[in-house]
DNA sequence: CGTACTCTTGAACCGTCTCAAGCTATGTGG
DNA sequence: CCACATAGCTTGAGACGGTTCAAGAGTACG
């Protein structure tokens, strides 16, 4: 059944067992009994087409989606249309729990690409906890995770420079999408404009602009397609004072 | 005991039975069976003095914090000594939380002002996680209330002006300190200075001053004794293009 | 009584924004 | 096939918001 506004819902279920993340290293073991409550949990698949808003700030979605593949990004508005792009999402990652623990969503996301979400049902979110402490835990997890993602967002766009700012989001992303699939082939290629780097870093589109031509003179990255190839990640890292992500493996629900 | 760095453990055992803040109309209700749990979960209390340092980057606290008196803000630093403040936290917030689920603490927190805190273990949360699922649900309840805060001062500092921030901080943090305690006198006083201030909102220490003067010029807050007074929350808010953190009443652990 | 911390103000500088224009693709309808 | 529109990238010029440097005043504290 195909959507009218870039969405569609398969009914064709991708079942958990041949789940094409959880066999990633980036992601912890699994019970056989976690992943059959995983199954249960899951309710079908969505495809969405690049451009589509999956969710919408102010509404009460009964959903909460796991990224099975594709990319996409959170957002706020202000009143007067400024926008700030809070965060992406990729593979593996839980979208939508804030509404679906606290109720109204109070952001947007939209997909960068097409993409494959799997569903579940907010309203047995509670049965999850009752049954499934470890499992509960992984969500705690993930929100954590998040957290940490937003904290360094936070200060990047606070203290560092529109330069180091622009470095650290790219390498931030690269280092994010590695080990997700996002980006089997190299040079690494990252479907954003820069707007969305505009908009998730609060520069201007103009001195955005500017600030990448820098980094292209500098041999760090190349914008081609209407997107961003990443040239040397190292470079940009080191440019932007960050240390990686340091993650060990994370769970998947 | 009296500590050597600002931290104090007190023996004493403030009952849960007889929290202060657990009958505040902000908090939620708790069964008996609950709060039976929490009083055995909780371990202590910890005494902090006023710019003692709670938690550190880099750690790994074998603890986790719920804030039960005074002020305190977590930040980053980057390795040249820029800060970010990433939030404040008041009474019923929880500290350290994503230490405890990720291991590494990757941000500090400082007290602003004398605090005490309840101390938990950070071993018993897959304890908890186990047996009282509610509580669980309740944590990333918490979590993802932390988060939408972080979405918001991302917005703030990313896309509003300097004085549109200023009266954003300003508002936000006298519509969180409300209602848990803190603010029990008019005017409202909050205990930051304007280094706080500006290593909030991403700005340098001189053109901070300036912004406030002008908050202060037209009679929305005054800056004495060190802190600053809140003199009309509304102007703030309207100022500011912000519609307040629209909260119902919330969990306590 | 000195030292430290906080707030305040002025002045010069520069990073970033806004405005404006042009360029290159890509897609659409005639 | 061309005409036109749209989306994204690029560039220059001038204006403005915010930074940095510098100095001073008030208060708290040992």
């Not at 001195?207 to 190839?229: F, M, P, Y």
Request: charged share 25%; net charge neutral; glycine share 8%.
């Amino acid at each position: 059944m195909s959507g009218q506004n870039g969405r569609s819902v398969s009914t064709r279920r991708y079942p958990c067992e041949n789940c094409p993340l959880r066999p990633l290293p980036v992601f912890r073991e699994f019970t056989a009994k976690e992943l059959a409550y995983v199954t249960h949990f899951k309710k079908g698949e969505l495809a969405v087409e690049r451009g589509a808003t999956v969710l919408v700030e102010g509404s009460h979605s009964a959903h909460l989606y796991t990224v099975l593949s594709g990319w996409a990004f959170r957002y706020k508005l202000l009143s007067d249309g400024r926008r700030q792009i809070l965060n992406y999402t990729m593979p593996g990652d839980l979208i939508g729990l804030q509404g679906s623990v606290m109720g109204e969503m109070q952001h947007s996301v939209e997909a960068l690409s097409p993409m494959l979400l799997c569903v579940f049902e907010r309203g047995e979110l509670h049965d999850l906890y009752r049954n499934y402490p470890e499992l509960a835990y992984d969500i705690t997890w993930l929100a954590s995770r998040e957290e940490r993602m937003l904290d360094e967002n936070l200060l990047s766009v606070g203290r560092r420079s529109a330069l180091e700012r622009c470095a650290y989001l790219i390498a931030f992303i690269c280092a994010r999408a590695d080990g997700v699939g996002l980006i089997a082939r190299k040079p690494v290629a990252i479907p954003i404009t820069q707007q969305h780097v505009a908009d998730t870093l609060g520069l201007s589109l103009v001195h955005t602009n500017k600030t990448i031509r820098k980094l292209a003179a500098r041999g760090l990255v190349r914008w081609r397609d209407g997107g961003c190839e990443v040239l040397d990640v190292d470079g940009l890292k080191e440019l932007a004072h960050w240390e990686g992500l340091g993650e060990e493996r994370r769970p998947l629900v």
